[in-house]
């Protein structure tokens, strides 16, 4: 009875942490989860954003919001069509899509996609939008991801500047916004950035007008309004030579400066602007459904574990991030791991301390949280009979409070299977001296002989082509014998070469007529030694 009051009193506490902390965490393992936070927190996309800085006659994040828009202007309310879904990349020729920001965005977008499968294009679109508002002083915006990249382009409906109030209307309707919240869409958007001559020639009629910017800040800010209700504004949508093309005048004076007006407070600004923008980037297709938002980085955080089998004995490395750690160099970071089968491991489990933590910086947006995490690292030995089903972590502090337990929500967090796993130590990640492309071995260790069969199918983000659409490569490879890893102990070594930047694998095997698999393993965190040739 005590026993399991102990073991409840236990759960209690990590759950009372986590609310200390104020911090949540996730059912392990969630690799979206996972992946959308590590984009929001640990990507460096975000810093491209930082300080709001300038490109084109514009900024980075001026280029990020309205792609963002852009891509999401195809929504149709009435049957649930379109919305973010990276369809502009196939709506590049289209004059609605004019301007090197489109380009040099997707450019940006397709060096930093490495969380695919679980982040695509359209979800990297919206955290443009999210480190662009970020990166210019405006509101802080969750992130949600589940985005799905559409395969062709959508409907040409983009609002445009010679068109008049009523098409607009019915624009923002159809894309599921009233007319007052495309009143203060216009108003969010139109804070960043400008319109660029060469583009626009209609409309910024002046050859030595590179750039006509929306208002005299460069921040995201409400400058764009009150200059307007000021009748001091520079938009060149509102008092442009050309009164076709004032679009901005004809939408901000729509309810007689109504919700101007009340923009003119910067807190309503800044709060409305959050929300719009939230919604317009969780506007999605019907049927495609996206995470919880992401408004803070998840506190206990595990890395996917590595195993590597030598001389009879396995190992398992993994790390755990501790978000907002109090100083304090007298704490102890433990993992304790329960027997497969047998009994090596005591009742309350087999231990290995921590070998040693990193400070995690937490981006753009950590920065302006004021947040601050640790990474704890680990790597156990374990005997490869017993082996190991499950593990979990112990934090103590060391000054008399009690330990925190991170078990996975009661559940610890368990391995599905250790018959079939990739050899963190035997894998090579295999790099020219000369031009050649480095390419990563991977080396199975498979607890069967050779007559066991093994393949993998990898994700890679990068596609091989140099415009867009970018889509991933996909690829499925049968593993072969490595002669160069005699079979040892009860296990089998197989091969097989991948590209330098495949992101996540599926594993399946096969060992006497019995099926192993292992999805979405983690490549970007594998630690494979070294190997250069010089060729
Ligand atoms: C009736 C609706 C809209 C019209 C007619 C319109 C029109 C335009 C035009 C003509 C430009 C110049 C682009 C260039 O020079 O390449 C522009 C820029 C921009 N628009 Fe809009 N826009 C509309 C709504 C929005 C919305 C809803 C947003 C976002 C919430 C947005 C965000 C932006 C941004 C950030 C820029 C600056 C881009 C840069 O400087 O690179 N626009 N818009
Ligand atoms: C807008 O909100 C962000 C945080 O969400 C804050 O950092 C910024 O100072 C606010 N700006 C204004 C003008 O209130
Ligand atoms: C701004 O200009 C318009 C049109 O010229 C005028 O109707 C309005 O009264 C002016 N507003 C201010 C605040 O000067
Ligand atoms: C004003 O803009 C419209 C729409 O782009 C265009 O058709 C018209 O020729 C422009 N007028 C002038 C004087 O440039
Ligand atoms: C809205 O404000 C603009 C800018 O001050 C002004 O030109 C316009 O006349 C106003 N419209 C209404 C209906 O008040
Ligand atoms: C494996 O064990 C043998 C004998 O116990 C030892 O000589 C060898 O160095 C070990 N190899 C490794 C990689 O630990
Ligand atoms: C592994 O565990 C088995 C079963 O408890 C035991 O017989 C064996 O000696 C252990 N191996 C090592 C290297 O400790
Ligand atoms: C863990 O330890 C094993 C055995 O010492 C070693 O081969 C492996 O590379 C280590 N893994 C990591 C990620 O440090
Ligand atoms: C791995 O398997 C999961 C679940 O079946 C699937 O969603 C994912 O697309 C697969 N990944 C690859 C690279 O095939
Ligand atoms: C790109 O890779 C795909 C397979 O992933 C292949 O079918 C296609 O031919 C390749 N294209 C080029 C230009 O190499
Ligand atoms: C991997 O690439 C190397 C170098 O090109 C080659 O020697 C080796 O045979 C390849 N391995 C497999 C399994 O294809
Ligand atoms: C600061 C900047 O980017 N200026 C550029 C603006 O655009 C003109 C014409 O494309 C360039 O010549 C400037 O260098």
Redesign the pocket.
Known sequence: MLQSLGALYVIITSGLTGLAHGLSTFQWPNPQLAYADKMLYESTLGLLAQGCP?R??STVPAQWLRIAYHDMSTHDVDDGTGGLDASIQFELDRPQNIGQGMVDSLDDFRNFVAGAPFLGTADTIALGAIFALAGCGGPVIPFSAGRVDATEAGPETVPEPQQDLASHTEAFRRQGFTPTEMIGLVACGHTLGGVRQ?DFPLVVTDTED??QTFDTTTNFDNAVVSEYLQNTTQNILVVGPNVTTRSDFRIFSSDGNVTMQSFLSSDTFNETCGNLIERMINTVPNGVTLTQPISEPFDYVVSEPLFSYRNGTMSMATTLRIVNPSDNPSRTVTMLWADRQGSSCSSTGCTSPSTGFVQVFLGLIGDIQGLTADRYAFNATINATTSISKFWFEINENDGSDPVIVDNGGSSFAIGQDSVFIDNSRSEFVIFSSSLINYQKVVMAVRGDASSSVSITTFDPHTNTSTPPYLPTIITTNLQVDNSNPAEGEFTFFTANVSSTVTFLNISGNIGGVSYTQENFDMTVVDFPFVSISQ
């Open positions: 300038p084109d006659n060469v590179f750039l």
